[in-house]
């Protein structure tokens, strides 16, 4: 997943300030599932728009 994509998805999901602030490793392990979460419903969505 591209830098930006991460930073899109942590500003969407509310928790980008702490990324700011501590890094990728201060947030919280929910925050990252639903990130990674977040991260598959948009490649879905990216592939059904191919077809």
Known sequence: MSDQ???EI???L??????QKE????????D????VKRAIEIAEQ??????
Request: net charge positive; hydrophobic share 35%.
């Open 10 to 12: 942590a500003k969407e």
């Open 23 to 30: 890094g990728w490793g201060g947030i919280k392990a929910r």
């Open 46 to 51: 990216n592939l059904q728009g191919r077809s």
């Open 5 to 7: 994509l991460k930073e």
């Open 32 to 35: 990252a599932g639903n990130m």
């Open 14 to 19: 509310g928790f980008y300030d702490t990324v």
